[in-house]
């Protein structure tokens, strides 16, 4: 039995079609991990793809891991030339190679949040800054919101025509990028920028790139920022054989710089695409599916997709409407009293909350 027997037809297109830009649309509990790890051992074993010419990227270490193992367990022998990792990891190997194209020196510090947050202090402090009005925090996220959309020092200050208070934040922004740069030092937004203005300036390191990468895969592409999309589009320029795996449905990350409308665009910029839903939800039961799909369905800066259920039952979705949240309280204890009164271990109960304030009163 092939290890292709256990996909469903979706999944396979989705496996078999290795070459050209692809666009995967896996709606939740779809089985895109698999896909991606199936993907790549399609192209080695069915393509004769050199596993050095594959990367793969994700968001987080932990999504990186996963599929690492993942991979290794699928592919065995050869695996390890595979780049798995997420865009940060990805651009420090580049930058520990190359990073003396743009005048740093190959043993560059990383800086953490804390020492963001100390070398703001010493920039404020130089520049005679009210730390009251223009608060350190807020210079920080604004100067990595900037670099984000990858807009310099130069490029705030332009943007902000008369805008006095803006103006101020690029100065501030000149200053903090001029004191990373005498101490040999990048912060975290920096890792990404700095890899794109590497394969700007330097044509002869992006070749090298585009020619180690001809097959690029990306994950959880609706929270891309748009320094991440230039870093995968310079790296698939040459080759375009670029698949990138999303649900426009689960972009919840704008406030930290994520655009979906780069994802939403992929058919603009790639027109040749191929474009695979993946429509079958293994997770949950039919009402689970339904109720999602009837309320996403009022966004109307979507993908029409019709999601299915891939697994029977019938745990109805309840929905209740409290005055204040003194009632939502009370309901939701009593609600667990008679859970736990109906057999259920209080240790399978969980509650979610949308701010770190909201759980007090029910936990008293």
């Not at 692809?22 to 698999?34: H, W």
């Not at 001029?178 to 394969?199: G, P």
């Not at 979906?260 to 949950?284: D, S, T, W």
């Amino acid at each position: 039995m092939s290890i292709y027997d256990t996909l469903n037809p979706p999944q396979r297109e989705a496996v078999a079609q290795t070459e050209g830009p692809v666009l995967i649309l896996a709606g939740a509990g779809s089985g895109k991990t698999r896909v991606l790890t199936h993907r790549i051992a399609y192209m080695m074993d069915e393509k004769g793809v050199n596993p050095w010419n594959i990367l793969a990227i994700t968001f987080t270490n932990k999504a990186a891991q996963e599929m690492r193992e993942r991979v290794d367990k699928l592919v065995g022998f050869g695996s390890e030339s595979i780049w798995v990792s997420t865009f940060h990891s990805a651009c420090v190997r580049i930058l520990r190679r190359h990073i003396d194209n743009l005048g740093y020196d190959t043993n560059f510090t990383i800086y953490d949040t804390d020492d963001q947050k100390s070398l703001m202090k010493d920039v404020c402090r130089k520049m005679n800054i009210d730390t009251k009005i223009y608060k350190e925090r807020s210079l920080l996220a604004q100067i990595s919101h900037a670099k984000d959309e990858l807009l310099t020092p130069d490029d705030m200050e332009m943007k902000a025509a008369g805008d006095y208070n803006m103006k101020k934040v690029a100065s501030v922004y000149r200053e903090y990028q001029a004191a990373l740069r005498k101490n040999n030092a990048l912060d975290f937004d920096d890792l990404i920028v700095k890899t794109v203005e590497l394969f700007e300036k330097c044509g002869a390191v992006l070749e090298y790139y585009q020619e180690r990468f001809k097959y690029i895969m990306v994950d959880e592409y609706q929270d891309t920022n748009t320094a991440q999309f230039k870093f995968v589009s310079l790296l698939a320029e040459k080759y375009k054989n670029l698949c990138v795996v999303g649900d426009d449905d689960q972009s919840i990350y704008r406030f930290r710089g994520s655009k979906p409308e780069i994802m939403l665009g992929f058919q603009k910029i790639y027109p040749q695409a191929k474009i695979v839903n993946l429509e079958v939800n293994y997770r949950c039961e039919p009402p689970i599916v339904e109720a999602a799909m009837r309320l996403i369905a009022h966004n109307e800066e979507r993908f029409p997709k019709k999601i299915r259920a891939g697994k029977s039952g019938k745990q109805k979705v309840r929905f209740q409407y409290f005055e204040d949240c003194y009632k939502e309280n009370a309901f939701l204890a009593e609600d667990i009293r008679q859970t736990v009164q109906n057999g259920v271990p209080l240790s399978e109960i969980a509650v979610l909350f949308r701010t770190n304030m909201q759980p007090r009163a029910l936990m008293e």
